[in-house]
């Protein structure tokens, strides 16, 4: 499959229980709706149902407030033999006018499982376009664990 073929964008508009006393959005929301987009973007990548492996420092620059949605892409940039590394990327954006500000980023890896819950493998990766190479590079050389 093509890393094209793994992005996932999805959107979840922040609401007064989402909210912390400041009124922003939970860090642990918008992780944990990093988790699911990203498990959203490997399992179409695996063709299976996948879990949470590890996720490296999720790093915070600035809040998403109420009436914001929160932005999530993902995509897969690696395949290993059973696992897969998704790309996370979490934006605030204001509904009216599309406007999108980085908030959150991190890597998340997920290991494809099979109907008992053991590691199965996964498909290689393919990169078929210019946009596909340039989504793959960005993740490999900006990830901050990532070592070839």
């Keep these: 499959m093509d890393v094209l073929?793994?992005?996932?964008?999805n959107r979840f508009m922040v609401q007064p229980n989402h909210a912390n006393?400041?009124?922003t959005c939970h860090?642990?929301?918008?992780?944990?709706w990093m988790d699911e987009v990203g498990a959203m973007s490997a399992m179409r990548f695996a063709g299976q149902p996948v879990v949470t492996a590890r996720m490296n420092e999720?790093?915070?620059?600035r809040p998403v407030p109420i009436g914001d949605t929160a932005a999530i892409e993902a995509y897969v940039y690696q395949a290993g033999t059973t696992s897969v590394r998704v790309r996370l990327r979490a934006y605030a954006e204001n509904p009216?006018?599309?406007?999108?500000?980085?908030t959150?980023?991190?890597?998340?890896v997920y290991v494809a499982i099979d109907d008992d819950?053991?590691?199965?493998?996964?498909?290689p990766l393919t990169v078929d376009s210019v946009e596909g190479e340039e989504l793959r590079e960005d993740a490999l050389t900006e990830e901050p664990d990532h070592v070839e």
């Design 117 to 123: 819950g053991e590691p199965n493998e996964v498909p």
């Design 104 to 108: 959150t980023e991190s890597y998340f």
């Design 5 to 9: 073929d793994t992005v996932i964008e």
């Design 96 to 102: 009216r006018t599309g406007e999108k500000r980085l």
């Design 58 to 61: 999720v790093n915070f620059k």
């Design 27 to 32: 860090g642990g929301n918008v992780m944990k």
């Design 21 to 23: 006393i400041n009124g």
